[in-house]
């Protein structure tokens, strides 16, 4: 019987035997799967779980807030705000392979959780608190498990940050109660838990956020120039009304690749930014969204006209397979 309903006291059931009356943390995204994961926690084992957002500077605008906002308004839930900016851009820096890039990301998500793990010790010591906080509750899906080579007999295409990017001597216990389904059914139980609509509405955006999304090294300018064409090409999908119809529109810098323009008085020798509208059902396959192409063009002469060092806007018509949906 697969209904939201059950599968929640399944899965709440399972949490509160995994964790018995130890404390829990959860590292919060902003996106669906660590809330409805969080949420599902906090119904089992209630105010044993503190939820950690992590600033690692690889976010799009405004993400911080709407978390800060949103999901603890909603939920009444402890959160831990830590700013790993300048770690994560120090441990990214000279690096352009893309698996390597995951592998950090992901190895120093875990840094900082288990940094913060400590210090919520420390500060607790004189509470009933006991002295480790030994779980770690992550919102893996069933498609993050099989990319990453997790599933029978299947290829490890990428190393998503919560599964294959996690490094060997990481001592948390994970709580993955999301881990065999898929983002449809993730967010009908979200909805059934209560988690607000404009969180388990939202679009997918992956854990390394934009660190894969700049083709090259990832640097605070590069960063800078693509969270400012991603907040246009954002703000002009939501305007035409289409953000139900596409699944997700990831935004791609060509960092390392440069063309000849003319924009104002003269010659430019910019990057070119990538637009990946999908669509899909499950992100294990997807297709190309035809989006308007009188879309396309007030996105492109925004962008070109509005974010300095871009001068090309190039549309990605490949479904997914072959191309996968983020190009690293
Ligand atoms: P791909 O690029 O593999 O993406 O077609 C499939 C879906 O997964 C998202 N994605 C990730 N999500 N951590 C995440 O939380 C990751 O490391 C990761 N890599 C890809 C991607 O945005 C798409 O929705």
């Given at each position: ?15 509160r ?5 130890d404390?829990v ?8 799967d660590?809330?409805?994961a969080?949420?599902?926690v906090?119904r089992?084992?209630g ?9 690692h500077?690889?976010l ?7 978390v800060?906002e949103?999901y ?10 830590v700013?790993?900016?300048e770690?994560f851009?120090?441990e990214?820096a000279?690096v352009t392979?893309p698996e ?8 120093e998500?875990i840094?900082v ?7 919520l ?5 004189h509470d009933?608190?006991p002295?480790?906080?030994k ?9 993050d498990v099989?990319?990453s080579g ?7 295409i990428?190393?998503h ?14 709580v ?6 898929f ?6 139980i979200?909805r ?7 969180i388990?509405a ?9 660190g894969?999304?700049i083709?090259?090294e990832?640097?605070?300018?590069r960063?800078?120039?693509?969270r400012?064409?991603d ?5 002009e ?12 529109c990831?935004?791609?810098l060509?960092?390392?690749?440069r063309s000849?323009g003319v ?16 669509s ?6 997807a ?16 962008i ?5 060092g871009?001068?090309?806007?190039v549309l990605d018509v490949?479904?997914?397979?072959p191309g996968t949906?983020?190009w690293e």
């Amino acid at each position: 019987d697969w209904s939201p309903a059950s599968i929640i006291d399944e899965q709440v059931a399972r949490i509160r035997e995994q964790i018995g009356e130890d404390e829990v943390i959860c590292g919060l995204s902003g996106g669906v799967d660590s809330a409805v994961a969080a949420a599902l926690v906090q119904r089992a084992v209630g105010e044993r779980l503190t939820c950690v957002f992590v600033d690692h500077g690889l976010l799009r605008q405004d993400e911080r807030r709407q978390v800060e906002e949103d999901y603890v308004k909603a939920t009444g839930v402890r959160l831990v705000t830590v700013d790993a900016r300048e770690q994560f851009l120090s441990e990214l820096a000279g690096v352009t392979d893309p698996e390597t890039k995951r592998k950090i990301i992901g190895r120093e998500f875990i840094r900082v959780f288990e940094s913060t793990a400590a210090s919520l010790v420390e500060e607790s010591k004189h509470d009933s608190v006991p002295g480790e906080i030994k779980f770690l509750v992550q919102g893996t899906l069933y498609p993050d498990v099989v990319e990453s080579g997790g599933g029978s007999g299947t290829a490890n295409i990428k190393s998503h940050h919560n599964v294959g990017g996690l490094p060997e001597d990481m001592t948390f216990e994970l709580v993955e109660p999301l881990r065999a389904l898929f983002k449809d059914e993730v967010r009908a139980i979200g909805r059934e838990l209560g988690v607000p609509e404009v969180i388990v509405a939202r679009q997918p955006f992956p854990g390394p956020g934009l660190g894969i999304r700049i083709i090259g090294e990832v640097t605070q300018d590069r960063l800078d120039l693509l969270r400012e064409a991603d907040a246009i090409v954002r703000e002009e999908l939501t305007a035409a009304g289409l953000d139900a119809q596409i699944w997700q529109c990831p935004v791609v810098l060509l960092a390392d690749v440069r063309s000849v323009g003319v924009q104002g008085d003269g010659r430019t020798y910019g990057h070119p930014i990538v637009l990946r509208p999908v669509s899909s059902e499950d992100a294990m396959t997807a297709d190309w969204t035809r989006l308007p192409y009188d879309v396309v063009a007030r996105i492109s002469n925004r962008i070109t006209n509005e974010v300095e060092g871009v001068n090309r806007v190039v549309l990605d018509v490949t479904s997914k397979p072959p191309g996968t949906i983020e190009w690293e």
